[in-house]
């Protein structure tokens, strides 16, 4: 069945970087797009980033844009989300998901477990 | 800025029909925001109800469905149950590669 285990998520201090993983089973990974979500505590839920099957097209909310940067490597079956320069406003849960086809135009059908990032002094 | 709007909370009674909206502040929900609904219970991760306005996800039941009413997308629940209280997020694509939530509605069956 299809499987997506996050991973890295650990206490940041303001200022920082972290690079989370996200490891895809299941299905074949390198034909569909991927998303990251994020829940800050007792908060709804956000978007955060997308990125197509292939890696050729990458797309980023207003909050985490020239921050944050997805990839993937198809070859490892992983998605990848590198934080920088972290605010306490992104303390949050951050879930991987797949996206329903290849592009960045569809939803996130199958979503992770998530991996906790706590940004604090 | 676009924004998502669904009702904060609702209320059902056990094997009643409740319908949830989603709107955008900016103009109408149509097909081609890939309108998406998802269920959440604390502590969980969130689960795929419909995707693109209407496809069932896999195993979900047949008394949830996804349709555009009016100028809103809308998720009705039919049959209500118990286990169905939880928090319901609707996701809008709004072009340029930028996909936007709702702020949740928060269901209670009583």
């Known amino acids: 069945q299809v499987q997506l285990v996050e991973s890295g998520g650990a206490v940041v201090q303001p200022g920082r970087s972290l690079r989370l993983s996200c490891a895809a089973s299941?299905?074949?990974?390198?034909?569909?797009?991927m998303h990251w979500v994020r829940q800050a505590p007792g908060k709804g839920l956000e978007w955060v980033a997308v990125?197509?099957?292939?890696?050729?097209?990458?797309y980023y909310a207003d909050s985490v844009k020239g921050r944050f940067t997805i990839s993937r490597d198809n070859s490892e079956n992983t998605l990848y989300l590198q934080m920088n320069s972290l605010r306490g406003d992104d303390t949050a849960v951050y879930y991987c998901?797949?996206?329903?086809?290849?592009?960045?135009?569809?939803?996130?059908?199958?979503w992770g477990q998530g991996t906790t990032v706590p940004v604090s002094s | 800025q676009t924004v998502v709007t669904q009702e904060p909370s609702f209320s059902v009674s056990p094997g009643g029909t409740v319908t949830l909206t989603c709107a955008l502040t900016?103009?109408?929900?149509?097909?081609?925001?890939?309108p998406s609904w998802y269920q959440q219970t604390p502590g969980q991760a969130p689960r795929t109800l419909i995707y693109?306005?209407?496809t069932r996800s896999s195993g979900v039941p047949d008394r949830f469905s996804g349709s555009i009413l009016g100028n809103k997308a809308a998720l009705t629940i039919t049959g209500a149950q118990a286990d169905d209280e939880s928090d319901y997020y609707c996701?809008?694509?709004?072009?340029?590669?930028?996909?936007?939530f709702g702020g949740g509605t928060k269901l209670a069956v009583l």
């Open positions: 693109n306005t209407n």
């Open positions: 998901a797949k996206a329903e086809a290849a592009t960045a135009s569809n939803p996130m059908d199958v």
């Open positions: 990125i197509w099957y292939d890696g050729s097209k990458k």
């Open positions: 299941g299905f074949t990974f390198s034909s569909y797009a």
């Open positions: 996701v809008l694509f709004v072009g340029s590669g930028i996909w936007v």
């Open positions: 900016s103009g109408s929900v149509s097909t081609s925001n890939y």
